[in-house]
């Protein structure tokens, strides 16, 4: 297990009296070192504060004594738990002098008390925070945004899918007196998340990526998501700076949501930095034309595949201007090999080479993965699932996909009840219906993917998070 696997974190300078004083503006002489946060009982260890949180599923407060047992010297919790520890009230008290391990602190609601947790520890350090939000591209332009500022600062980023009212807190407490920057995903399921997780964070420069059908089941529009990404410059301050997408109508909107100074990037030349002339060059990357303030930068070359990870590469460029890098460390952070990106190539069974992009889906992230597989030589296979949560949006999505997708691929392979749309849209386009597979699950498409795989052929796997498609490549990928 990880140090910091989106369950447990590692934190450093930290101890049990920094908790209470978090939570109670009062501060006792518990000075008890703190080694990990954790908010699952099973990845517990010496030294943890494990945070009993309740779920859909289950109850943290059922695994208080599971976590004891593992090391745990501190529980967080709001409810009663017969666990023959030491019981304080962080709260209200009385507070003994001195602690016997392990030891359980009540409060009102352990999520709140996470949050304030967090506020309070983000707020001793002078770090300056960047927000990055938007229905697709956060976590790859997160990554080639720390891997810019990464050049000159000690940069915290977000990890894994740390991005959410749990998993943003968590990674604020690994903050430490060494880092200058923070770079945070905000993740949203409802009106108000963000705004919640800009109050802990306090972001001084916001990215907006794009606004697109992603949540629509649970929002029911548009217009609904754009306000809820928009909560992120709404919060930002007088004197940030909100970094806006110029040619997404719904982000260039965004510029009169905020008091903060707005910087726009995109392909449009009345943006601040805008970039032309984009060449796809495979499996190899991108290039383009860089401009900025009446300079331009010829044949500016990325690794991120795919024309549309051109955006990706301004975010980054615009947050390394605005926080002061020069361009020649600019330039070399966008071709850090640390930045983890989503959308990677890898070999695959049979001489093949696998196109993982399995992290998520939406209509334009799967419409972006097929124009990249268009660019490609080889076969063209493209393994994809449902796309979930789109609402009313569901069935149109889906054929948007299926239209293109009978345009681009040699054959087609479906996952999951949903993406049958988009097979049936393939074949209404032209793709041969003796070229199309229609898979209940993911070992079906495994199968004929391994009967059928050739040299040269390239594999594009692209699904939503729920149908764990990862298993797919992982079944493909040699070795």
């Given at each position: 297990?990880?140090?910091?696997?989106?369950?447990?974190?590692?934190?450093?300078?930290?101890?049990?009296?920094?908790?209470?004083?978090?939570?109670?503006?009062?501060?006792?002489?518990?000075?008890?070192?703190?080694?990990?946060?954790?908010?699952?009982?099973?990845?517990?260890?010496?030294?943890?504060?494990?945070?009993?949180?309740?779920?859909?599923?289950?109850?943290?407060?059922?695994?208080?004594?599971?976590?004891?047992?593992?090391?745990?010297?501190?529980?967080?919790?709001?409810?009663?738990?017969?666990?023959?520890?030491?019981?304080?009230?962080?709260?209200?008290?009385?507070?003994?002098?001195?602690?016997?391990?392990?030891?359980?602190?009540?409060?009102?609601?352990?999520?709140?008390?996470?949050?304030?947790?967090?506020?309070?520890?983000?707020?001793?350090?002078?770090?300056?925070?960047?927000?990055?939000?938007?229905?697709?591209?956060?976590?790859?332009?997160?990554?080639?945004?720390?891997?810019?500022?990464?050049?000159?600062?000690?940069?915290?980023?977000?990890e894994g899918n740390l991005n959410s009212e749990i998993g943003l807190p968590l990674m604020l407490l690994r903050l430490t007196p060494r880092h200058q920057r923070a770079v945070l995903e905000m993740g949203m399921y409802a009106r108000g998340e963000i705004a919640a997780l800009c109050a802990i964070a306090r972001p001084i420069v916001g990215v907006v990526t794009m606004v697109g059908p992603v949540h629509l089941e649970r929002l029911g529009s548009m217009e609904a998501i754009a306000a809820a990404k928009a909560e992120l410059v709404e919060a930002l301050p007088e004197d940030g700076v909100a970094v806006l997408n110029r040619d997404d109508p719904y982000v260039r909107e965004m510029a009169g949501r905020t008091r903060a100074r707005v910087f726009f990037y995109g392909l449009d030349p009345e943006a601040d930095l805008w970039a032309d002339e984009i060449v796809s060059e495979g499996l190899e990357g991108i290039r383009f034309d860089l401009h900025y303030r009446g300079e331009t930068f010829r044949r500016v070359r990325v690794s991120l595949l795919g024309r549309h990870s051109v955006h990706t590469a301004l975010r980054a460029i615009a947050v390394g201007i605005l926080e002061g890098l020069t361009w020649d460390e600019i330039f070399a952070g966008l071709r850090d090999p640390r930045a983890q990106l989503r959308l990677v190539a890898v070999p695959g069974l049979n001489g093949s080479i696998i196109l993982d992009d399995t992290y998520n889906a939406s209509p334009p992230s799967m419409l972006a993965a097929l124009n990249l597989l268009a660019e490609l030589e080889g076969r063209k296979i493209a393994v994809l699932g449902d796309m979930l949560e789109l609402g009313a949006y569901e069935v149109e999505g889906h054929r948007l996909v299926g239209g293109r997708a009978g345009t681009v691929v040699d054959l087609l392979i479906t996952v999951g009840p949903r993406a049958r749309i988009i097979a049936r849209e393939a074949t209404a386009v032209g793709l041969p219906a003796d070229r199309v597979w229609v898979c209940d699950s993911n070992a079906e498409a495994i199968e004929i993917l391994r009967r059928i795989l050739k040299p040269g052929d390239v594999v594009l796997v692209k699904g939503s998070r729920g149908l764990r498609m990862e298993e797919i490549v992982n079944a493909l990928c040699e070795g």
């Open positions: 297990m990880a140090e910091n696997s989106g369950m447990r974190v590692a934190v450093q300078g930290m101890t049990l009296a920094d908790l209470a004083e978090a939570l109670s503006g009062r501060r006792p002489p518990w000075e008890i070192p703190i080694r990990h946060v954790s908010i699952d009982s099973r990845v517990c260890g010496e030294g943890d504060v494990f945070i009993a949180l309740p779920g859909e599923r289950t109850d943290g407060h059922r695994y208080v004594g599971d976590a004891f047992q593992r090391g745990a010297i501190a529980a967080l919790v709001h409810q009663e738990v017969s666990e023959g520890a030491m019981q304080v009230d962080l709260e209200r008290g009385p507070w003994p002098e001195s602690l016997e391990l392990p030891v359980c602190f009540r409060v009102s609601r352990t999520l709140e008390a996470l949050h304030r947790w967090a506020g309070w520890w983000r707020a001793r350090f002078p770090v300056r925070v960047i927000g990055i939000t938007g229905s697709v591209g956060k976590t790859s332009t997160k990554e080639l945004t720390w891997a810019v500022l990464s050049r000159r600062y000690e940069t915290l980023k977000s």
